[in-house]
């Protein structure tokens, strides 16, 4: 056991003084397993994770935090439209199931903040950002990817 030990040691020695770094691959889904499951939502939490949405989801992270805070002032318990939007964007269920059923995400919860992150990046980038009335008013454009 204690040749094992040393064997690894003298083989990090050499690696790092080659250059080589190592580092641990972490799984997208478990990160992503992991936001869904956070109970603590302070406003820095809400910003980084709208910040991770948007480069796992290839979304313009400045646009989503400006609209987040248009929206909800980064409150995942928002509501608004006299309850009939909610979380962080301000889904209403028949926009919310006209865009689980266009994008397949039909597990998705439109209460959970990640969710609801998730699904309003896809919409935006893929060209349905008039859903949103701060969008609208700044006629901000936003390019289909």
């Known amino acids: ?13 050499v690696l790092i003084s080659c250059g080589i770094t190592i580092k641990s691959a972490q799984s997208p889904v478990l990160s992503l397993e992991l936001w869904r499951e956070n109970k603590d939502w302070g406003q820095l939490k809400v910003k980084q994770m709208i910040e991770w949405v948007s ?6 992270t400045s646009l989503m935090l400006w609209l987040a805070e248009k929206e909800s002032s980064y409150k995942i318990d928002a509501v608004g439209d006299k ?9 209403r269920e028949s926009t919310w199931d006209l865009f689980s059923k266009k994008f397949g995400l039909s597990g998705f919860d439109r209460n959970n ?3 609801n992150t998730i699904m309003a990046c896809l919409a935006i980038k893929s060209g349905y950002g008039y859903h949103w009335t701060p969008l609208q008013q700044a006629k901000i454009a936003v390019e289909v990817k």
């Open 1 to 13: 056991m204690l040749i094992k030990k040393l064997i690894a040691i003298c083989l990090l020695v």
């Open 55 to 60: 480069r796992e989801y290839d979304c313009d």
């Open 83 to 91: 309850g009939k939007a909610v979380s962080l964007f301000q889904f």
């Open 113 to 115: 903040p990640v969710d």
